[in-house]
């Protein structure tokens, strides 16, 4: 990555982290567990009801989340920086196998322009295993304030726009209970770490 762009995304990613850190601050307080990388709830916190389309059209909530962990993102496919940087650590943490049957949710949060076909050929450069998901426009902003996360549009020279995004990823129990949150710069290895840890705690 180049100097002038990576200086840019790692002011955005501390900006990000650190209003991402202070949503959270409501949820967090001793945690029951130590990660390197994020911190456990001091205990899980069910989710509201949900609907997201995948990129085969099909409609998944609350229910699809149990039987498995899942690792939950916000992002979208012209994100020059954080999400594909992201979604490549995920792919080496995929190799590592922390948790048996660990399912990654990628869900946009530019809906307008990331289609079904946008999102299956942006996430297929990552290899199998991650879904892409869309919320419709007016449940985006509920869903991000459910996860305690953030996106705003910022607007660019010729009618053109980005997402200032939150760059937090989200660990979700076999029961569709929230229970982590990891916060950049991420790295597989510490990632792995604090997955195996929570799965011999009681948490997962």
């Known amino acids: 990555m180049k100097l002038r762009r990576l200086l840019p995304w790692l002011l955005l990613t501390s900006l990000a982290g650190a209003i991402a850190g202070g949503l959270l601050a409501h949820m967090l307080t001793q945690s029951p567990v130590t990660l390197q990388s994020g911190s456990a709830l001091p205990r899980p916190r069910a989710l509201s009801p949900f609907t997201l389309t995948d990129t085969e059209g099909h409609q998944l909530g609350n229910d699809a989340l149990r039987g498995h962990a899942t690792l939950l993102y916000f992002g979208f496919t012209a994100c020059p920086d954080a999400c594909p940087t992201t979604l490549a650590v995920l792919r080496d943490l995929r190799t590592r196998a922390p948790l048996a049957d660990l399912r990654m949710w990628f869900v946009t949060v530019d809906p307008k322009r990331d289609t079904p076909e946008a999102l299956r050929q942006y996430l297929s450069a990552f290899g199998p295993g991650f879904t892409g998901l869309r919320p419709e426009a ?56 604090d997955l195996r840890k929570l799965a011999g705690s009681a948490l997962l």
């Open 138 to 193: 007016q449940t985006l902003a509920p869903l991000l304030h459910e996860f305690s996360a953030f996106a705003e549009l910022r607007e660019q020279p010729g009618n053109q726009y980005s997402v200032d995004h939150s760059a937090t990823l989200f660990l979700i129990d076999s029961h569709a209970q929230l229970i982590a949150v990891f916060s950049p710069p991420l790295q597989a290895a510490l990632l792995d770490a």
